[in-house]
């Protein structure tokens, strides 16, 4: 075999938990190499929160987070929190703002966030390998895992998996880590998109048809969870906008979602009201007033909305309001992992150590990141994760 380049830690990829867990194992004195297929580190990171990076949350809880363990996070969030990211963020004096529900983004620039973590990862005298392809992972003799890549052979006691899930593909994702998880004969919980725009069967899309473009304030809920106030946002496919992406995750298929389009309205105490007070007012010109105009043709039969408010029975306005306040629609399906924005499912937590993320099967491996089975809402909770998951395993790596 070739020359074999030696380390402590090899951790494969080069993502946010890889290149935190890179900083804090670097910091200890361990000689870390980061490999990874990109031919940039950090990618995902660069084009999150729309090129601002939506790097934490103010509230950060275990509730906020999906896993068939959902006590398996709880350990990492609590050992590094948002506060300390926080706190490595000021410390780079990068320029940050609150947005709605906890939101931290980014003043100026995604690519803030990237080079204050490239800027801790040299400090730690990290070595950071891209255009990287990993051929294969063998465990020598020793134990130590030889990892042989078309950039040479590295050879670690250490190896982490931080090489995400399946979401946005044109970002490199690929299933190695899970491919690798099974090596090492970990049980990987099914796969799906997660936080993704609903695309719609024929009939809805095409009664939807013009929409596109429309953004309403809206409580969003199935049987399960209900996301209120936050926006919709009407596509040319179907459904998008933050309580959609936040839905999604706990969609299953053939389900209804429910949607309330005036959650801060009585639509029946309108109606009734204006009803009394102006008569001839058509019902189109009423709903316009707290919808956006052309929604309103869009949800209601013209005939209907063209007509004055004297002519509409008790019966139907109740019909009405129905329709605003709990509008059913069944989703045909999401738009899969091309636009999601999480991987849902992954490496099965009840076989790491939610101290360390090492494996329970192997010792040496851990696993951090999206490829393990905790996803979170939209607004953080993801890179959240990935700074906890990647901190946790770098203190022992």
């Known amino acids: 075999?070739?020359?074999?380049?030696?380390?402590?830690?090899?951790?494969?990829?080069?993502?946010?938990?890889?290149?935190m867990c890179a900083i804090e194992a670097g910091k200890r004195g361990r000689k870390v190499v980061v490999l990874d297929h990109a031919n940039k580190a950090g990618k995902k990171i660069l084009m999150s929160g729309g090129g601002r990076c939506n790097f934490t949350n103010m509230d950060i809880d275990a509730s906020n987070f999906i896993s068939h363990n959902p006590h398996f996070c709880k350990s990492a969030l609590s050992r590094y929190t948002q506060w300390d990211f926080i706190a490595m963020v000021n410390q780079h004096n990068i320029p940050y703002h609150e947005r709605d529900l906890g939101k931290l983004f980014c003043d100026e620039s995604a690519k803030d966030i990237l080079n204050m973590l490239l800027a801790e990862c040299k400090k730690a005298k990290v070595t950071i390998c891209?255009?990287?392809?990993?051929?294969?992972?063998?465990q020598t003799l020793t134990n130590e895992f030889l990892t042989t890549t078309t950039k040479g052979n590295f050879q670690a006691s250490s190896l982490v998996i931080a090489c995400g899930g399946l979401s946005i593909p044109k970002m490199c994702a690929s299933p190695l880590g899970y491919k690798i998880a099974e090596q090492f004969d970990h049980h990987i919980w099914?796969?799906?998109a997660g936080l993704v725009p609903f695309t719609l069967h024929k009939h809805d899309k095409q009664q939807l048809d013009g929409l596109s473009g429309i953004s309403v304030e809206s409580n969003v809920s199935n049987e399960s969870i209900a996301f209120n106030k936050e926006n919709i946002l009407f596509t040319h496919r179907g459904l998008s906008g933050p309580?959609?992406?936040?839905?999604?995750?706990?969609?299953k298929?053939?389900?209804?979602?429910?949607?309330?389009?005036?959650?801060?309205?009585?639509?029946?105490?309108?109606?009734?009201?204006?009803q009394i007070k102006q008569p001839n007012i058509k019902l189109k010109t009423v709903l316009s007033e707290v919808?956006?105009?052309?929604l309103v043709p869009g949800l209601f039969d013209k005939i209907l909305i063209d007509k004055p408010l004297q002519e509409l029975s008790q019966q139907k306005i109740l019909e009405i309001a129905k329709q605003l306040e709990q509008w059913q629609i069944k989703p045909n399906s999401t738009e899969g992992y091309r636009t999601a924005e999480v991987t849902l499912g992954g490496v099965d937590c009840n076989q790491l150590s939610s101290k360390t993320m090492e494996s329970k099967n192997t010792a040496g491996l851990y696993f951090i990141g999206e490829v393990v089975d905790v996803s979170g809402w939209l607004?953080?909770?993801?890179?959240?994760?990935?700074?906890?998951?990647?901190?946790?395993?770098?203190q022992v790596v």
Do not use: H
């Open 130 to 138: 891209l255009n990287s392809v990993i051929d294969s992972i063998d």
């Open 253 to 274: 298929a053939g389900e209804n979602i429910t949607i309330n389009l005036l959650p801060d309205i009585s639509v029946k105490d309108l109606l009734k009201s204006r």
């Open 1 to 19: 075999m070739a020359n074999i380049i030696k380390a402590d830690v090899l951790i494969i990829g080069a993502s946010a938990s890889g290149l």
């Open 243 to 251: 309580a959609i992406l936040q839905i999604s995750s706990y969609w």
């Open 291 to 294: 919808l956006p105009k052309r």
């Open 190 to 192: 099914p796969t799906s």
């Open 379 to 394: 607004g953080g909770y993801n890179f959240q994760w990935a700074w906890s998951s990647g901190w946790c395993a770098g």
